[in-house]
């Protein structure tokens, strides 16, 4: 017999605070659960620690076997005080993690948006779907990058079931961040082996957003178009050269992290072919102002052929717009002409010295 206590004294001592045990369901009173587990003893889930577990229990009836996690190893009434809430959510951070480690899919109903993304639950943990690892194909295309319009378009997936991985997983703060885009990775890469850096392809105008347009083509493929391969003139806003469903061709220009960049104007005759038998370095050109920059102003000099006038001509910036106005004309004279960089630098005429040599500066 003493050798039998000793034993289950020595097993008792083998147990540490913060082990996680199963047992079976023994009885059940009013506020508290009385857990088996043997050789250890018997197990208590009471007061504080049922209250938060009642999610769990409900489900639960005597026989069934739960996991706890030990909180102290003898009360006062010699159980074993156990936590079956710590005990879930540690189980479940270990089941997402591996899910995390094997790249599993896993489906989630959308709950709330906000304007950075989706909102949603896994095992009863909170997750979060960033705009940014939307798949293109729910990525919300707004002009101009409204936020308020943003969120409009995220709500409409409450309620919403979407297919997502693991992309984040902090076990301290019990952070959860998912991507729907990385399930369609090695898809999306099998796709991509088709093409390359110079192919034109032929698609519609999917979405319009202030950085550029995305481009829907081969089915599901998506590709963006930047703002600056619009076009060989100064945009200042995508929509100004296409519309949502426009059916356009494109070339393609990088491929790179599975993303493919295209270029409208790269398909369009170059402005700049020959701008060298048309103008020439200290010609007095007329241009009108379309655009201030930190480092100077843009210049029309044709519908698309721009100049720059360099804020180190005025001093400061606030100087060059005391004497410049968007959209009126001035006369320049042209410093430097370089067709291949695309690149014309202006003097603002009064400022050219009358005995200045027209020829070289």
């Keep these: 017999m003493k050798e039998i206590v000793n034993q289950i004294v020595n097993q008792i001592k083998s147990?540490?605070?913060?082990?996680?045990?199963?047992?079976?369901?023994?009885?059940?009173?009013r506020s508290s659960v009385f857990i088996d587990l043997t050789p250890y003893g018997t197990g208590i889930i009471?007061?504080?620690?049922?209250?938060?577990?009642?999610?769990?229990?409900?489900?639960?009836k005597i026989g069934d076997t739960v996991a706890g996690k030990v909180i102290e190893l003898e009360n006062e009434n010699g159980y074993i005080e156990l936590s079956l809430k710590e005990a879930d959510i540690e189980l479940t951070l270990v089941s997402l993690k591996e899910k995390k480690e094997k790249g599993e899919n896993i489906k989630v109903k959308i709950l709330k948006a906000n304007k950075g993304g989706l909102v949603t639950e896994i095992s009863g943990m909170s997750a979060f779907l960033?705009?940014?690892?939307?798949?293109?194909?729910?990525?919300?295309?707004?002009?101009?990058?409204?936020?308020?319009?943003?969120?409009?378009?995220?709500?409409?997936?409450?309620?919403?079931?979407?297919?997502?991985?693991?992309?984040?997983?902090?076990?301290?703060?019990?952070?959860?961040?998912?991507?729907?885009?990385?399930?369609?990775?090695?898809?999306?890469?099998?796709?991509?082996?088709?093409?390359?850096?110079?192919?034109?392809?032929?698609?519609?105008?999917?979405?319009i957003t202030d950085f550029g347009a995305f481009i829907k083509f081969d089915k599901?493929?998506?590709?963006?178009?930047?703002?600056?391969?619009?076009?060989?003139?100064?945009?200042?806003?995508?929509?100004?050269?296409?519309?949502?469903?426009?059916?356009?061709?494109?070339?393609?220009?990088?491929?790179?992290?599975?993303?493919?960049?295209?270029?409208?104007?790269?398909?369009?005759?170059?402005?700049?072919?020959?701008?060298?038998k048309k103008y020439k370095k200290t010609d007095i050109v007329k241009g009108k102002i379309t655009k201030f920059n930190p480092f100077g102003a843009f210049v029309q000099i044709e519908p698309k052929i721009q100049g720059l006038i360099h804020v180190s001509e005025f001093g400061t910036a606030a100087k060059m717009k005391e004497m410049l106005e968007l959209n009126k004309d001035y006369n320049f004279q042209i410093l430097l002409i370089n067709p291949k960089q695309h690149r014309m630098s202006l003097k603002l005429k009064r400022f050219v010295r009358e005995d200045e040599p027209k020829g070289e500066v």
Excluded: C, M
């Design 220 to 276: 599901e493929l998506e590709g963006l178009i930047h703002i600056s391969e619009l076009d060989w003139q100064l945009i200042n806003n995508p929509s100004e050269i296409v519309k949502v469903g426009d059916k356009v061709k494109a070339k393609i220009i990088e491929i790179s992290n599975n993303k493919i960049f295209l270029s409208l104007k790269a398909l369009k005759e170059d402005p700049w072919i020959g701008i060298e």
């Design 15 to 29: 147990l540490r605070i913060g082990e996680i045990v199963n047992g079976k369901i023994i009885g059940v009173g």
């Design 46 to 60: 009471y007061g504080k620690e049922f209250f938060q577990a009642k999610d769990i229990l409900k489900n639960l």
């Design 130 to 207: 960033p705009v940014s690892q939307l798949s293109p194909k729910h990525y919300p295309k707004v002009e101009e990058g409204d936020k308020s319009k943003i969120l409009i378009e995220l709500q409409q997936f409450i309620g919403k079931e979407l297919e997502v991985k693991i992309l984040d997983l902090d076990l301290r703060e019990g952070k959860l961040i998912l991507s729907e885009k990385a399930k369609d990775t090695e898809k999306l890469k099998e796709d991509l082996k088709k093409y390359k850096s110079g192919d034109i392809i032929e698609g519609k105008i999917s979405g």
